[in-house]
């Protein structure tokens, strides 16, 4: 008879630059096989965890949400527990907490909303290189921010998702998006139910188009009704784009 096991939130944070990305795959190292080895290791059990969705190769996690399952159901009251994982962990990966949830609660599949962010800079800083895109020029963010409206109406995102994906179905909804400036650069933020993959990137890549006078608010509206991936811009690098936070419902906590 197999022992009762407890569900857990993990709730981390890493440095994608040396990873392809979350998702566990072969000749390759990620997120997920560090993680899952570090805490097989601490636990002393074979442990897998399952999380909140892809990352692509190079892309960071200021906050990310992982499940797993435990023999021991107290682990979210061990005090150095965290402590003990985060000084296994390399150093571009962090813990911040563990948490006991109902059996069902999915790290995926129970999220209400997922908040990514993007790095624009405006000038060339070598202690930006890995997080931010360097673009040149200035960029006209009222358009920009224009175009997150035009973006909001919509609710079928073809144009901006990865082509021969498996997704089910391309429909999102998108909460909110707004292009904001800050010290010599911007930063993009959107949040929406869930995300295609490369959504994101694929956006911004165009909407830097119309920051930058190369297309106009229509065509940007235009590219979204096409349903065509080849219609919309170039997809921003990896490295400035953030998952910044993932909203779950309260009830799904112990």
């Not at 040396?18 to 636990?43: C, D, F, K």
């Not at 073809?158 to 909804?173: G, M, V």
């Not at 509206?221 to 400035?240: F, L, N, Q």
Request: charged content about 25%; aromatic content about 10%.
């Amino acid at each position: 008879m197999s022992p009762v096991k407890t569900r857990y939130f993990i709730f981390l944070s890493y440095k994608g630059t040396s990873y392809h990305g979350w998702q566990l795959q072969p000749n390759a190292v990620t997120v997920q096989e560090i993680l899952n080895e570090a805490m097989s290791r601490v636990l002393e059990e074979e442990i897998k965890a399952t999380g909140a969705g892809r990352t692509d190769t190079g892309v960071h996690a200021s906050v990310f949400c992982a499940h797993f399952e435990s023999e021991a159901s107290d682990i979210d009251t061990r005090k150095n527990l965290v402590f003990k994982l985060n000084r296994y962990l390399p150093k571009d990966i962090s813990i911040s907490g563990i948490r006991r949830v109902q059996p069902d609660a999915h790290a995926r599949f129970s999220a209400l909303s997922r908040t990514y962010k993007y790095y624009i800079s405006k000038v060339k800083d070598p202690f930006r290189e890995e997080s931010a895109w360097f673009v040149h020029g200035n960029l006209d963010i009222d358009l920009m921010n224009q175009a997150c409206a035009i973006l909001m109406e919509q609710n079928d995102f073809t144009s901006f998702s990865k082509l021969h994906s498996d997704n089910k179905t391309n429909i999102c909804k998108i909460y909110s998006a707004l292009w904001e400036e800050e010290l010599n650069g911007l930063i993009f933020t959107i949040k929406a139910d869930r995300f295609l993959r490369d959504m994101v990137r694929a956006i911004t890549g165009t909407m830097i188009e119309i920051g930058n006078g190369k297309m106009g608010l229509g065509e940007f509206r235009e590219i979204i009704i096409a349903r065509d991936r080849c219609r919309a811009g170039k997809s921003a690098p990896a490295k400035a784009l953030f998952l910044a936070g993932i909203e779950y419902p309260d009830e799904i906590f112990i």
